[in-house]
């Protein structure tokens, strides 16, 4: 038992020393001379929905779920910080942040501005949501920065910039994300959830504070472990929602318990700082939704301060408001040079032995891949406000709804099920605004009629609208390729029927049209789903689009119905394609081998379904299998009915090979002759509810990986994974594939690559093996903080990309995974013909497929000057072959006139001089407008341009269209 401190009133002075027991003086031994100084932040974490709403939690509603309401909480701290010059505090969410702003006259304006100018409110991280580091899109991070990060500097110019990243509350964390706020001028990082054993290893080491390098060592941060969590230390939370003790310092009080107070916070002190070197320990005040009476909760901290202060040279602590900014500050310049090195991520996280969080890599499936297309919507829809020249149609909605799934509690589908239910309701009414401006803009480029187009937002389930009205009609398809290179893309259109014909509107020359029937299996996704597909290869020029005309016809030419194929034999079935030769069990239906053409090589790949039992609880351990953590019943997957071959179905173009795996669980398999990848389409659910159940897609080859994997880190660096032997053999070698995986035979020099069309979880735990969670649902809740189990029951339809090649083609696998990202966007018309058939908006300086023009914001208007947030990329690293590009931005669209420019730190909100830390060796620009894009770097640009003579009446045409079909204006 530990030694309590035993303390004496001094009545005559009104104030207390210690008399005897453990000296409260640090161990000069462990953490040197000198008196410690504990940089004391308030702060409150505002998750942007797990257990209610957004707009639940910001209006404080439905309180009988949770106590909280944000905007009272900033509230009483802004009127708390005001009152106290000497009080800090800091902020994350911009979401909430930002409306409390618009809530809020100017006598609050001022106030904050105020305190932000004196220095007292600092904003952490800067993005719009304290984003997930698993399941997100690099893209859609950078994203969320840029709309916290320049709402910012839009209202507080530099005065709010922030300097850290605070990433407190996530499960896990990457390198792209160290990376990428480093690119975005953070310089430090905060976080507080890592494998248990690293933490406990590091706080023996002391080395909870280290320089964490990317993968590629192109980028640096420091970063520090928070000791015990964010919240403040256990017994010492004064909110009105706690139930600790406050602080009685009246002696005359029998409710008087400074003495003891006291004694504990010390303890707690002690022991933080014998784990920290600098000198300096931070120490947390707040926590989920804190300060909901900043007044109460300061008024204690205070007391705390005022007491251990006045005793400072005794007690060896020294108690200061401050922010994680002044705490970084103060501890790089005393041991910056003495830190350790880090270059690895922070995945799986496990709080103990039987509890790995990564179940939630794959948790809400449905959720993680409609976040992905919406992402592509967003982008298209952004392309299209810039190529029409509109300043008033702006993608915001989207942008916001996306921002607020990249949420750490969002897209990882670790939220109440309402709540989900509200993420995919912001999605969908940004997506139906987009779609909007992405119409309207078509129409004005191909001279269609205004108002016609329509999009197809359901054909993935096999259903369409537009087509649903079209019988006896002829219909216009618009194809828009977002990508800044040609490209060739199997396009697929639900139909009523199988009368039609395709011509392409660019040449009038007829196209091959294959109809198909609709896999059965969609109908558990939708009743409603149109009995016809429509299938043809579309050529699509760079960032721009083509038209085709489905010309109905009684009897029509140049279109084929496909039928199975006989099978008259149990032979196997080989189809060839201009890149392999793939062989398919003639009975099942299963793929069976793959020999790449150029290569000769050939191995043996099939793909099997199984599910692992959620575990429930045992006699090792009680904890279950929930939304966050992965926990199976056995370390061995149970496989999933018997495959059985229902369809070959063949012609010049594609192969299909249709499965069947039982009630709930089909696969399509496809080869096209003129693509370099299989696709494998699952359609899996809903899950039967009998017991808990992971779904696994296992790919099972006779590559030699000696225990070794790859997976990606938010679709950025590869990250080598070795099998780990532990007590949870298979969860705690679950890892987030956001992209692709990667298996690698060192002896033959091949590889196999899945690529995703959505975040899943992923492991190779056999030799030659790989597997990839596509589906789960648990009947019990995991005991973190969800507190319902994770009864997802929607039937899921995904893709995966089988790419086999040598291993020194991943900048060619890093193509694929930007042509699956960017699927085209497809937009439909009755009975109307456009007056410019074809046309690309991009100039040959991007035209490069290692290329990605990643954002294009439309950002400010004057007359007919147009200034654009514009980030490119370089998608392609080093390690994988990567050259350094050359972009001139003159040149980048066509139509448009370069006026200035200036680059940005990755988020737009700061010039790039105030992110790069050694200006003389970075090359802003080559000669002229002319920049370099170095392997895998991403530079952020405000670019001006004026168009040209033929478009600049363009904008005011635009703006009557957008009043007409969205706007009040």
């Given at each position: 038992?530990?030694?309590r401190?035993v303390?004496?009133?001094?009545?005559?002075?009104?104030?207390f020393?210690?008399?005897e027991?453990?000296?409260?003086?640090?161990?000069?031994?462990?953490?040197?001379e000198?008196?410690?100084k504990v940089?004391?932040?308030?702060?409150?974490?505002?998750?942007?929905g797990?257990?209610?709403?957004?707009?639940?939690?910001y209006f404080?509603?439905?309180?009988?779920?949770?106590?909280?309401?944000v905007?009272?909480?900033?509230?009483?701290?802004?009127?708390?910080?005001t009152?106290?010059?000497?009080?800090?505090?800091v902020?994350m969410?911009i979401a909430y942040?930002?409306r409390?702003?618009e809530?809020?006259?100017?006598?609050?304006h001022?106030k904050?501005?105020?305190?932000?100018?004196?220095?007292?409110l600092?904003?952490?991280?800067?993005?719009?949501?304290?984003n997930?580091?698993a399941?997100v899109?690099y893209?859609?991070?950078?994203?969320?920065?840029?709309?916290?990060m320049?709402?910012?500097?839009?209202?507080f110019?530099?005065a709010?910039?922030?300097?850290?990243?605070?990433?407190i509350?996530?499960?896990?964390?990457?390198a792209?994300?160290?990376?990428?706020?480093?690119?975005?001028?953070l310089?430090?990082?905060?976080?507080?959830?890592?494998?248990?054993e690293?933490?406990?290893?590091?706080?023996?080491?002391r080395?909870?504070e280290?320089t964490?390098?990317?993968?590629a060592?192109?980028?640096?941060?420091?970063?520090?472990?928070?000791y015990e969590g964010?919240?403040?230390?256990?017994g010492f939370?004064?909110?009105?929602?706690?139930?600790d003790?406050p602080?009685v310092?009246?002696?005359e009080?029998?409710?008087?318990?400074?003495?003891?107070?006291?004694s504990?916070?010390?303890e707690f002190?002690q022991?933080?700082?014998?784990?920290?070197?600098?000198?300096?320990?931070?120490?947390?005040?707040?926590?989920?939704?804190?300060?909901?009476?900043?007044?109460?909760?300061?008024t204690?901290?205070?007391?705390l301060m005022?007491y251990?202060?006045?005793?400072?040279?005794e007690?060896?602590?020294e108690?200061v408001y401050s922010?994680?900014?002044?705490?970084m500050?103060?501890?790089?310049?005393?041991?910056?040079?003495?830190?350790?090195?880090?270059k690895?991520?922070?995945?799986?996280?496990?709080?103990?032995?039987?509890s790995?969080?990564?179940g939630?890599?794959?948790?809400?499936?449905?959720?993680?891949g409609?976040?992905?297309?919406c992402?592509n919507?967003?982008?298209?829809c952004?392309?299209?406000?810039?190529l029409?020249?509109s300043?008033y149609?702006d993608?915001d909605k989207?942008?916001?709804?996306?921002?607020?799934?990249?949420?750490?509690d969002?897209i990882?589908?670790t939220s109440k099920?309402?709540?989900?239910d509200?993420?995919?309701?912001r999605?969908?009414?940004g997506?139906t605004?987009?779609?909007?401006?992405?119409n309207?803009?078509?129409?004005?480029?191909?001279g269609?009629?205004t108002g016609?187009?329509?999009?197809?937002?359901l054909a993935?389930?096999s259903?369409?609208?537009?087509?649903?009205r079209?019988?006896?009609k002829?219909?216009?398809?618009?194809v828009?390729?977002?990508?800044?290179v040609s490209?060739s893309?199997?396009?697929?259109i639900p139909?009523l029927?199988?009368?039609?014909?395709?011509?392409?509107?660019?040449?009038n020359?007829?196209v091959?049209?294959t109809?198909?029937?609709v896999?059965?299996?969609?109908?558990?996704?939708?009743?409603?789903?149109?009995?016809?597909?429509g299938?043809?290869?579309a050529?699509?020029?760079?960032?721009?689009y083509?038209?085709?005309?489905?010309?109905?016809?009684?009897?029509p030419r140049?279109?084929?119905?496909?039928?199975?194929?006989?099978?008259?034999?149990v032979s196997?079935i080989?189809?060839?394609?201009?890149f392999?030769?793939?062989?398919?069990?003639?009975?099942?239906?299963?793929l069976?081998?793959v020999?790449?053409?150029?290569t000769?090589?050939s191995?043996e790949?099939?793909a099997?379904?199984l599910?692992?039992r959620s575990?429930?609880g045992?006699?090792?351990?009680k904890?279950?299998s929930?939304?966050?953590?992965f926990?199976?019943?056995?370390?061995?997957?149970?496989?999933?009915?018997?495959p059985?071959?229902?369809k070959h179905?063949?012609?010049d173009?594609?192969t299909?090979?249709w499965?069947t795996?039982?009630?709930w669980?089909?696969?399509?398999t496809?080869?096209y002759?003129?693509?370099?990848?299989?696709?494998?389409?699952?359609v899996?659910?809903?899950?039967?509810?009998?017991?808990g159940?992971e779904?696994?897609?296992?790919?099972e080859?006779?590559l030699s990986t000696?225990?070794?994997f790859y997976?990606?880190s938010n679709?950025?660096?590869?990250?080598?994974r070795?099998?780990?032997?532990q007590e949870?053999?298979?969860?705690?070698?679950?890892?987030?594939v956001?992209?692709?995986?990667v298996?690698l035979?060192?002896n033959?020099?091949?590889?196999l690559t899945?690529?995703?069309?959505?975040a899943q979880?992923?492991s190779s735990?056999?030799?030659g093996?790989?597997?990839?969670?596509?589906?789960?649902?648990?009947?019990?809740?995991?005991n973190?903080?969800?507190?319902?189990p994770l009864?997802?029951?929607?039937?899921?339809?995904g893709k995966h990309?089988l790419y086999?090649?040598?291993f020194?083609s991943?900048a060619e696998?890093?193509?694929l995974?930007?042509?699956?990202?960017?699927k085209?966007?497809i937009?439909?018309?009755?009975?109307?013909?456009?007056q410019?058939p074809?046309?690309?908006?991009?100039?040959t300086?991007?035209n490069?497929k290692y290329?990605?023009v990643?954002?294009?914001?439309?950002?400010?208007?004057?007359?007919d000057?147009?200034?654009y947030?514009l980030r490119?990329?370089n998608?392609t690293?080093?390690?994988?072959?990567g050259?350094?590009i050359?972009?001139d931005?003159e040149?980048?669209?066509?139509g448009?006139?370069?006026?200035?420019f200036?680059?940005?730190?990755?988020?737009?909100?700061?010039p790039?001089?105030n992110?790069?830390?050694?200006m003389?060796?970075y090359?802003?620009?080559d000669e002229g407008n002319?920049i370099?894009?170095?392997?895998?770097?991403?530079?952020t640009?405000?670019?001006t341009?004026?168009?040209?003579?033929?478009?600049?009446g363009l904008?005011?045409?635009?703006?009557?269209?957008?009043?007409t079909f969205?706007?009040?204006?």
């Amino acid at each position: 038992m530990k030694r309590r401190i035993v303390f004496f009133i001094c009545c005559m002075l009104g104030a207390f020393s210690i008399s005897e027991g453990v000296s409260p003086h640090r161990n000069s031994e462990q953490r040197g001379e000198g008196t410690v100084k504990v940089h004391v932040v308030p702060h409150t974490h505002n998750d942007v929905g797990k257990y209610k709403t957004v707009d639940q939690y910001y209006f404080g509603t439905q309180n009988q779920q949770y106590q909280a309401g944000v905007q009272y909480i900033i509230d009483t701290v802004v009127d708390e910080l005001t009152a106290d010059p000497s009080k800090t505090f800091v902020y994350m969410e911009i979401a909430y942040f930002k409306r409390w702003w618009e809530h809020r006259d100017k006598t609050w304006h001022n106030k904050v501005r105020k305190l932000i100018k004196n220095k007292q409110l600092e904003f952490v991280g800067g993005g719009y949501s304290m984003n997930d580091e698993a399941s997100v899109h690099y893209m859609a991070t950078v994203d969320q920065f840029s709309a916290g990060m320049v709402w910012l500097t839009e209202n507080f110019a530099g005065a709010a910039e922030p300097t850290v990243a605070w990433q407190i509350d996530t499960y896990g964390h990457s390198a792209a994300q160290a990376a990428l706020s480093a690119q975005s001028g953070l310089k430090g990082i905060f976080f507080s959830r890592l494998h248990f054993e690293e933490y406990e290893q590091r706080k023996k080491d002391r080395e909870l504070e280290f320089t964490w390098h990317s993968t590629a060592g192109q980028d640096k941060i420091f970063s520090s472990v928070l000791y015990e969590g964010y919240g403040a230390p256990a017994g010492f939370c004064f909110d009105s929602t706690c139930t600790d003790p406050p602080i009685v310092a009246d002696p005359e009080s029998p409710e008087y318990n400074l003495p003891e107070r006291i004694s504990a916070f010390l303890e707690f002190l002690q022991e933080q700082a014998a784990h920290y070197r600098s000198g300096n320990i931070m120490l947390t005040m707040g926590g989920d939704f804190s300060f909901q009476n900043a007044h109460q909760y300061f008024t204690n901290l205070d007391l705390l301060m005022k007491y251990v202060n006045q005793n400072s040279t005794e007690y060896g602590f020294e108690m200061v408001y401050s922010t994680p900014s002044r705490y970084m500050d103060e501890v790089t310049s005393s041991i910056g040079d003495s830190l350790s090195e880090r270059k690895e991520d922070f995945f799986p996280y496990a709080d103990d032995a039987h509890s790995y969080w990564s179940g939630y890599f794959t948790s809400r499936p449905a959720l993680k891949g409609y976040v992905r297309d919406c992402n592509n919507v967003l982008q298209t829809c952004r392309q299209l406000e810039v190529l029409v020249g509109s300043p008033y149609c702006d993608a915001d909605k989207l942008w916001l709804a996306m921002s607020v799934a990249q949420h750490h509690d969002a897209i990882t589908g670790t939220s109440k099920k309402h709540v989900a239910d509200d993420y995919f309701r912001r999605l969908a009414e940004g997506q139906t605004f987009c779609e909007g401006v992405i119409n309207r803009g078509l129409e004005k480029l191909s001279g269609l009629k205004t108002g016609s187009l329509e999009s197809c937002r359901l054909a993935n389930e096999s259903y369409c609208e537009i087509t649903s009205r079209a019988e006896n009609k002829s219909l216009t398809v618009v194809v828009y390729n977002a990508r800044p290179v040609s490209r060739s893309e199997y396009i697929r259109i639900p139909l009523l029927n199988s009368n039609y014909e395709l011509i392409d509107l660019t040449t009038n020359q007829p196209v091959p049209l294959t109809f198909l029937e609709v896999n059965p299996a969609l109908h558990r996704v939708n009743s409603d789903f149109l009995p016809v597909e429509g299938v043809f290869r579309a050529s699509l020029p760079a960032l721009g689009y083509s038209t085709y005309r489905l010309q109905h016809a009684q009897y029509p030419r140049h279109s084929q119905t496909l039928t199975p194929t006989p099978r008259n034999t149990v032979s196997d079935i080989t189809v060839e394609s201009q890149f392999f030769t793939a062989v398919f069990d003639g009975i099942t239906g299963s793929l069976k081998t793959v020999t790449n053409k150029l290569t000769g090589n050939s191995e043996e790949i099939t793909a099997k379904f199984l599910e692992y039992r959620s575990n429930t609880g045992d006699s090792a351990s009680k904890q279950a299998s929930g939304a966050h953590i992965f926990r199976p019943a056995e370390n061995t997957a149970e496989e999933i009915g018997h495959p059985v071959l229902l369809k070959h179905i063949s012609n010049d173009d594609f192969t299909e090979i249709w499965q069947t795996f039982g009630d709930w669980i089909s696969l399509v398999t496809r080869v096209y002759t003129d693509k370099s990848y299989i696709e494998v389409e699952w359609v899996v659910g809903p899950l039967p509810a009998d017991h808990g159940r992971e779904v696994i897609l296992r790919y099972e080859t006779s590559l030699s990986t000696q225990e070794k994997f790859y997976t990606d880190s938010n679709g950025r660096e590869m990250i080598q994974r070795r099998l780990k032997k532990q007590e949870e053999q298979v969860a705690g070698n679950y890892y987030p594939v956001t992209t692709r995986i990667v298996l690698l035979d060192e002896n033959s020099g091949m590889q196999l690559t899945v690529l995703t069309d959505r975040a899943q979880g992923g492991s190779s735990l056999a030799e030659g093996q790989m597997e990839l969670m596509v589906h789960r649902r648990t009947l019990t809740d995991d005991n973190r903080g969800v507190d319902e189990p994770l009864q997802d029951d929607l039937v899921v339809k995904g893709k995966h990309w089988l790419y086999f090649s040598r291993f020194d083609s991943m900048a060619e696998n890093r193509v694929l995974g930007q042509e699956l990202f960017y699927k085209p966007t497809i937009a439909l018309a009755l009975d109307e013909l456009p007056q410019h058939p074809s046309q690309t908006y991009s100039d040959t300086a991007v035209n490069n497929k290692y290329i990605n023009v990643a954002t294009i914001i439309n950002v400010d208007y004057s007359g007919d000057v147009f200034t654009y947030l514009l980030r490119l990329e370089n998608i392609t690293p080093k390690m994988e072959g990567g050259e350094p590009i050359t972009v001139d931005l003159e040149r980048i669209f066509r139509g448009k006139t370069l006026v200035e420019f200036e680059e940005k730190g990755l988020a737009g909100d700061r010039p790039i001089e105030n992110v790069v830390e050694d200006m003389a060796q970075y090359t802003k620009y080559d000669e002229g407008n002319v920049i370099t894009l170095q392997p895998l770097q991403i530079r952020t640009f405000f670019a001006t341009y004026k168009p040209s003579t033929e478009t600049s009446g363009l904008s005011d045409k635009i703006r009557k269209i957008v009043c007409t079909f969205f706007m009040q204006c």
